[in-house]
T-cell receptor
Framework: ELKVEQNPLFLSMQEGKNYTIYCNYSTTSDRLYWYRQDPGKSLESLFVLLSNGAVKQEGRLMASLDTKARLSTLHITAAVHDLSATYFCAVGGTSGTYKYIFGTGTRLKVLA | KAGVTQTPRYLIKTRGQQVTLSCSPISGHRSVSWYQQTPGQGLQFLFEYFSETQRNKGNFPGRFSGRQFSNSRSEMNVSTLELGDSALYLC?????????????FGPGTRLTVT
């Protein structure tokens, strides 16, 4: 069964610092999604990564996908307080299934 | 373009009762997936419907059921509610199969079982 692991689970960082969230998954997939969730709110789509080597950037966030290593990263550059949220990766497109499998989530807190 | 809507947004029920939640997908989207989110278990997949057919189901007891109508709107039903069913229930819509395309999430229904 497909498993998706994120680390770290919790991340507290100072404004202006850089950090990376890792998303590892256990079986072959060529579709990886990143979402953001603010407390008490729904999930907001951040990135859709559809092929090996895909890299996407939006503001201070950059996501990449390495399908051979079964690894996606979400890199945060010069963090600001507004980035405080929980970030989820989700793996989809695995053969024979029609569902996303979500990672455990990384709760990010950016300290001013 | 209107987003995914869910009703009701908040619900309080008593153990043993049943509840029906509703989800209207983005216009043109034919797939609706349901998820349960709790602090302890995270985001767990319940089921996906596409063209009125259940395509896949997560590991939940038979008390959890759903259906999809011809206009792609979906309902989820939970019978004989238990305290552990208290959660945020999210629905998501996508163009076709839920795992092949980006999903768009609704605001959720927060269910409290007392």
């Amino acid at each position: 069964e497909l498993k998706v692991e994120q680390n770290p689970l919790f991340l507290s960082m100072q404004e202006g610092k850089n950090y990376t969230i890792y998303c590892n998954y256990s079986t072959t997939s060529d579709r990886l999604y990143w979402y953001r969730q603010d407390p008490g709110k729904s999930l907001e789509s951040l990135f859709v990564l559809l092929s090996n080597g895909a890299v996407k950037q939006e503001g201070r966030l950059m996501a990449s996908l390495d399908t051979k290593a079964r690894l996606s990263t979400l890199h945060i550059t010069a963090a600001v307080h507004d980035l405080s949220a929980t970030y989820f990766c989700a793996v989809g497109g695995t053969s024979g299934t029609y569902k996303y499998i979500f990672g455990t989530g990384t709760r990010l807190k950016v300290l001013a | 373009k209107a987003g995914v809507t869910q009703t009701p947004r908040y619900l309080i029920k008593t153990r043993g009762q049943q509840v029906t939640l509703s989800c209207s997908p983005i216009s043109g989207h034919r797939s609706v997936s349901w998820y349960q989110q709790t602090p302890g278990q995270g985001l767990q997949f319940l089921f996906e419907y596409f063209s009125e057919t259940q395509r896949n189901k997560g590991n939940f007891p038979g008390r959890f059921s759903g259906r999809q109508f011809s206009n792609s709107r979906s309902e989820m039903n939970v019978s004989t509610l238990e305290l552990g069913d208290s959660a945020l229930y999210l629905c998501a819509s996508s163009l076709t199969s839920g795992s092949m395309h980006e999903q768009y999430f609704g605001p959720g229904t927060r269910l409290t079982v007392t």
